[in-house]
Every structure is written in C-alpha cells, then in structure tokens.
C-alpha cells in the first residue's frame, strides 16, 4: 500500500533553513503529483508547495521565493528546502500525493503522510 514518511522537522531560529524529505513508497510515483502542505494550530490546512511529473512547481504565496520543492523519482522522494523561515511558518507539514481520478466517484486519490513539525522560534 501506499506509505508516505515524512522526516527533518525540528526547531530552528528565524532566518535559519530545514530541508524537510518524504519517502513514498507502494507504487511508482513518477507520474503523480506530489505536493507539501502545513497546518499551524487553530488553523486549516495550506497548501504549500506542489511538483508535477516532469518537474512544474507552484507555490503558496506567503512561500514564494524562500522554499523549493524538489522530487527524485527514482529515489521515490519529496524534498522541500526552506531558507529564511519565520514564527509564521510553524506548523506541521505534510506531504501529499495525488495518484490520479477514480473514475468510478470522480474524486482524487490521495495519500497523506502523518506530518513532521517544524517550528521557528528564538
């Protein structure tokens, strides 16, 4: 089945920089999109960055410029590089992979990996 662990949270100080990974594993996800979210206490959920197959990122807006998304197919990995992080990117992150549509409920497939926390503060 479909495994997503996420690692390299941890206490940092504003300025500093984390690069959070996510191992995927059960399938070949060279054809997905994955993507990192985050979710502070008290608030919902953000998404934060996503990466299609083929290497196209976005980026939430209150990232853009400090944070890049990466993925290693044949590794089955997610990386997010953080730099110049602040108090306000506190949360727990998250990463995501979208599999593709089922046909039969016309919904996205979607794994969830459990979190890794990362908090900013001096």
């Known amino acids: 089945q479909v495994q997503l662990v996420e690692s390299g949270g941890g206490l940092v100080q504003p300025g500093g920089s984390l690069r959070l990974s996510c191992a995927a594993s059960?399938?070949?996800?060279?054809?997905?999109?994955m993507a990192w979210y985050r979710q502070a206490p008290g608030k919902e959920r953000e998404l934060v960055a996503t990466i299609f197959a083929g290497g196209y990122t976005t980026y939430g807006d209150s990232v853009k410029g400090r944070f890049t998304i990466s993925r290693d197919d044949a590794k089955s990995m997610v990386y997010l590089q953080m730099h110049s992080l602040n108090p306000e990117d506190t949360a727990v992150y998250y990463c995501?992979?979208?599999?593709?549509?089922?046909?039969?409920?016309?919904?996205?497939?979607?794994?969830w990996g459990r979190g890794t926390q990362v908090t900013v503060s001096s």
């Open positions: 995501n992979v979208d599999i593709g549509l089922d046909v039969t409920t016309m919904q996205s497939i979607e794994y």
């Open positions: 059960g399938r070949d996800f060279s054809t997905s999109v």
